[in-house]
Structure formats: C-alpha cells, structure tokens
C-alpha cells in the first residue's frame, strides 16, 4: 500500500472515462482516503455515484475562478480531514470557439479564461492549501504535448498548458521549502470528454498508435500509476517535473 491512510483531494472528475478517475481508483487500490470537488450541480450527480464507488470521505463543491469557493474548500477539509497529503488538479478548459481554426483568433476574453482556469487555477490552489499541505506532501497537474509543440485546434489550450508547466517550476521553488513536492504529468491523448471538444482528436489518436514508440494510445489506468509514483514517498527527490506518460510520442522527431 504505497499511499496507505494518505489525504488525498482530486480535483477534476467529471465522469468514469476522466484521466482523474483513472488516478482516484490507482490510490484508492493503494490506501488513499480520497475527498473529490465539482464544479456545478450537473457534474455532483454524476459524481456522487463515483464518490460512493471509490469510498470517497467528501464530495465539495469549487469553481476554482472563484477565491471564496477556493476558501470554502480549504475550510471543509481542514474541518474533515485537518490536512491534505495529495492534491491533484486535472482542470482545464477553453472555450469552443478557441479550439479551432487559426489561434491568431483567440479572443481577449477567450485568451483569459482558458489561462485563469486551466493555469492560474493551479497557483490559487497551492496557495489556499499551503497551510493544510503535510511537509512531505505531493501536488500534481496535468499537462499535454501541445504545451510544448502546436497541434492543430489545439490552440488557446496550448497557451494555457505550457503556462500551467511553468507555474509547476515556480511552484516547485515555493512550496519545496516545506518539503512539499509539485509535478506536472503530460499525459497523451485520452477519450474524455473535455477531448470531444478538439477537432482531429481522431486523427490524433491514429497517430500515436503509428509513430508513438510503443505503438499504442495510453488508457487512465496508464496516467493513473504515474500519478500513484508521484503521489507516493517513491518520488521524494522529484519536484518541478513535467512526466510523459504518451507511449513515447513525445521523443520522436519528424
């Protein structure tokens, strides 16, 4: 049991097909108490079940753009649970029409919001839990490929995650004077549904399975043991990381 009595909070179910849930179900079958948040009542009743499923000790509401939501969360889990040992954010998003055509495009306000929620989100985070954070404690995020290369339709989201990366490493300096530890894992492409909204996301997929070294897609259950290593005292000298966990796709030239 490598996470055997640990805290951990998921941000970022939203359905049994989520990388999250992928990761929620790897800890749960290593010892973790797991706490989930939603975002608006649509996703909570999807979640209950999931919650239930997984043994989950708390199911809270965030819209993580909202710093007295953030503020909210922290007290309801300093109340349950008196501190977090993992936390993991996998939220992002951008607004459809940002996820097409030319990113010369993108919106100002368009721009913004995908930065505020899929990054920015990060940073308020660790920054409401910090006091909560065990000194050993583990945060991770998700990432992608076109953090770092353009894909096509990609675009604001792009932006965004190579954003979110770097915050990793800013982080990395600011909590790992607690001994707590921030990694990013660039996971490949998965059928979720926040992918539905990326054009070619089939196209994609085909691709990895032909040129990726290991000729296949990655599953949740994939990110899910990444996440595990992270979370886990084995990674206790890794901080400021961006894992891949993409079947080596990411290695390959033209």
Same mark, same amino acid.
């Given at each position: $049991? ?7 909070? /998921? ?30 009542? =649509? ?5 209950? =079940? ?14 993580? &753009?909202?710093?007295? %939501?953030?503020? &909210?969360?922290?007290? &309801? ?28 495009? !993108? ?33 991770? !995020? ?14 604001? $989201? ?23 530890? /921030?990694?990013? /894992? ?6 979720? $549904? ?8 089939? !196209?994609?997929?085909?691709?990895? %399975?032909?040129?990726? =070294?290991?000729?296949?897609?990655? &599953? ?18 890794? !901080? ?15």
């Amino acid at each position: $049991m490598l996470l055997n009595g640990k805290r951990a909070l /998921i941000l970022g179910v939203v359905n049994e097909r989520s990388i999250a849930y992928g990761i929620a179900r790897q800890f749960r079958d290593h010892g973790a108490r797991l706490g989930f948040t939603y975002a608006a009542d =649509p996703i909570k009743k999807r979640l209950e =079940p999931i919650c239930a499923e997984l043994g989950g000790e708390l199911l809270a509401p965030c819209n993580v &753009t909202a710093d007295e %939501e953030i503020a &909210t969360l922290v007290e &309801t889990v300093e109340k349950r649970w008196g501190g977090v040992d993992v936390l993991v954010h996998s939220i992002a998003y951008a607004n459809r029409e940002d996820l097409k055509g030319r990113f010369i495009d !993108t919106s100002r306000d368009g721009f913004a919001l995908a930065l505020d929620v899929s990054a920015f989100s990060l940073v308020a985070l660790c920054k409401a839990f910090e006091p909560l954070l065990a000194p050993d404690a583990s945060v991770m !995020t998700l990432s992608y490929y076109g953090a770092g290369k353009v894909v096509a339709n990609y675009n604001a $989201m792009g932006v965004a995650k190579a954003a979110l990366e770097c915050c990793v490493r800013y982080l990395a300096v600011d909590l790992g004077a607690r001994g707590v530890r /921030i990694n990013a /894992i660039s996971a490949g492409p998965v059928k979720t $549904m926040a992918a539905t909204a990326i054009g070619g996301f089939k !196209t994609i997929l085909s691709r990895i %399975e032909e040129h990726a =070294p290991l000729r296949r897609n990655i &599953t949740i259950e994939d990110v899910g043991k990444a996440a595990l290593y992270l979370a886990s005292d084995l990674s206790h000298g890794t !901080t400021g990381e961006c894992l891949f966990v993409d079947s080596g796709y990411n290695i390959m030239g033209v």
